[in-house]
């Protein structure tokens, strides 16, 4: 009669049969659940390292250094020291705690003089870095030319030689090239920024004080810098921007019927033509507008009701070239009416750019300074604000006049 056994003696009685055949009831089922588990856990392992690739796709870690703060952080030790590069050294020292901390070397790098401060060409590149996105015709991709020494003279053709079919045994005709001078003198562009002490007394090492004291000089030399280049009369110690650099030929009025799609056509077209038919290189071609015209090109459709500039301008270019629009182009110009505005275009190739390598920086906690907003002279001491200072030299030129065109009289609303 067979006897009940119960499920304890059961286990047992099967691992000693096992045991018995030499194999081990753990080892067994594990490779069991590793044969059945398995494949479904590489499975699970692949998706989700498939799912993570897609989900970073094209995502780039940010950059350890944020350009500029390097620059900011002096001018707010320089501020706190109140333009005494000694003191400032010890200041950043104590406040960044570390003598191997980017703002310190800078410092201690620098060449202080007459109160002032000489930014190291490395750092001085980071601002003008930084003025690129800021300032429209820099951010155009001009060449760019040192101008250590304040002057810069380069060559450039004028007229080129000429070439003609000849007879056997006659006499080949003779022709000359005529060249001229790019002469450029550097320009001192200066920015006045009163700065609160409260800020610089209560910021500690917080990176925000310093973008905050960056941005506001950068802004400041970008958008007078931005303003002589496009339309500076080159008087008055100022560059003469594209607007003058223009040659008469090329300044050209729009088309006098009220805009529509077809004169608008036209008329770009014709800017173009002015250029190809200067036997302009067309290296770098671009567009300049004012905002009130990119919005009309944007919004002008054709006879379907399709946007006819839209898509492209989207992607920041009109007939395949960039475009950008500035409010440094005016828009209350009187030519023929009194709300005209510009368009600009230029092979910026031939856009030339002669720039000092430094940027001279300084700081006075006493300093008096005319408050255009209140039209009065004001004094730093009273308002408990330090005054920074920076001077950038540089001056803009034309390889070639005829590489720009300019319509005078755009009323495109």
């Known amino acids: 009669m067979a006897r009940e056994i119960t499920r304890e003696q059961a286990k047992d009685l099967f691992r000693d049969v096992l045991r018995a055949g030499g194999v081990d009831l753990e080892e067994l089922i594990a490779a069991q659940v590793a044969q059945q588990v398995g494949p479904i856990v590489s499975r699970l392992e692949a998706e989700q390292t498939q799912h993570m690739a897609t989900i970073t796709r094209g995502y780039q870690a940010p950059a350890s250094h944020d350009h500029g703060l390097t620059v900011g952080g002096m001018i707010r030790m320089l501020a706190m020291a109140q333009g005494d590069q000694d003191k400032a050294v010890e200041t950043a020292k104590k406040i960044y705690k570390s003598a191997e901390h980017a ?12 109160g002032g401060f000489l930014v190291a060409p490395e750092f001085s590149t980071e601002v003008i870095e930084l003025l690129r996105p800021m300032s429209v015709v820099r951010s155009m991709n001009p060449v760019i030319m040192p101008m250590d020494q304040g002057t810069l003279s380069t060559s450039k053709l004028t007229g080129g030689a000429t070439a003609s079919y000849t007879g056997e045994s006659q006499n080949i005709g003779s022709s000359q090239q005529s060249t001229g001078m790019l002469d450029l003198v550097w320009k001192k562009l200066a920015a006045l920024v009163p700065i609160s002490n409260d800020l610089l007394r209560f910021s500690t090492t917080n990176p925000g004080a310093d973008g905050v004291v960056r941005d506001d000089v950068v802004m400041s030399l970008a958008q007078r810098e931005d303003l002589a280049f496009i339309r500076g009369d080159g008087l008055s110690g100022t560059p003469k921007g594209l607007r003058n650099w223009c040659p008469a030929a090329n300044l050209l009025n729009v088309t006098a019927a009220a805009p529509t799609l077809a004169n608008v056509t036209t008329d770009l077209a014709e800017l173009i033509l002015a250029l190809r038919n200067a036997d302009v290189r067309m290296l770098r071609p671009g567009w300049l507008f004012s905002p009130r015209t990119e919005i009309y090109l944007m919004s002008i459709r054709d006879g379907n009701g399709n946007f006819a500039f839209r898509p492209e301008m989207l992607l920041g270019k009109l007939w395949t070239w960039p475009y950008k629009s500035t409010t440094q182009i005016p828009i209350n110009l009187a030519v023929t009416a009194t709300d005209e505005s510009e368009n ?10 002669g720039e000092s390598s430094e940027i001279i920086i300084d700081a006075s906690a006493n300093a008096a300074y005319y408050d255009s907003t209140a039209a009065a002279v004001v004094s730093s001491f009273s308002r408990d604000e330090t005054v920074i200072r920076a001077i950038a030299r540089h001056d803009f030129g034309m390889r070639h ?13």
Do not use: Q
């Open 401 to 413: 006049d005829a590489s720009v065109a300019v319509h005078i009289d755009v009323d495109w609303v």
């Open 344 to 353: 600009y275009l230029a092979d910026f190739a031939d856009v030339v750019i």
């Open 103 to 114: 703002v310190v070397k800078a410092l201690m790098a620098g060449d202080a003089t007459a």
